[in-house]
C-alpha cells in the first residue's frame, strides 16, 4: 500500500541507498491506486528538489491519484509542468487528465485537451471520447457530447 513505499523510501535514505525514477513511479503508483493525490504531488516535489528525472510513467501515476481523487485543477498544473519539462506525453497522459477533469464536469478544459491531442497528433481511443462525452454530459452540455 501508499504507506508502505512512502515507508520504504524513507529506509533508502537511512541506509543510504539511491532512491531513482523506478523507485519513485514505484511510490508514486501506490499513491495513485490509493487516490493519495496530495502524496502524490509531494514525491514528485522531492523528485524535482533531488533532481530525479520525471518521465512519462512517473506523471501518469501523478495523474491517477489526481484522477480518482477528482482533483482536475491539480492535474491540469501537472499537465502544464509536463510539457514544460519536455516529458512526452501519451494517450494515457491525456486520458487521465481528461479523466480528472471529467470526474467534476469540467467540460472546458477536457475539450482543450481534445484539441491538444490533434494538434500532438496524439491518438484518441475510447476511454479519451468516452470521456470527453462525460464531461459535457456532467456539465449540461448535450450538445457538445
Known sequence: DWL????LMLEMVDICVDRNTCTYNTALSACGKAGEWLQALKVLSDMADGRVERDTITYNATFSSCEK???WWPA?????????????MSTITYNAAISACEK??????VLQLLLQMAECRVEKNTITYNAAASACEKAGHWSLA
Not at 508502505?4 to 515507508?7: I, K, N, P, T
Not at 467534476?104 to 478544459?109: A, E, F, N
Request: no cysteine.
Open 104 to 109: 467534476k464536469g469540467q467540460w472546458w478544459p
Open 4 to 7: 508502505q513505499a512512502l515507508h
Open 69 to 71: 481523487a477528482g482533483q
Open 76 to 88: 491540469l498544473l501537472l499537465f502544464h509542468d509536463m510539457g514544460e519539462q519536455r516529458v512526452e
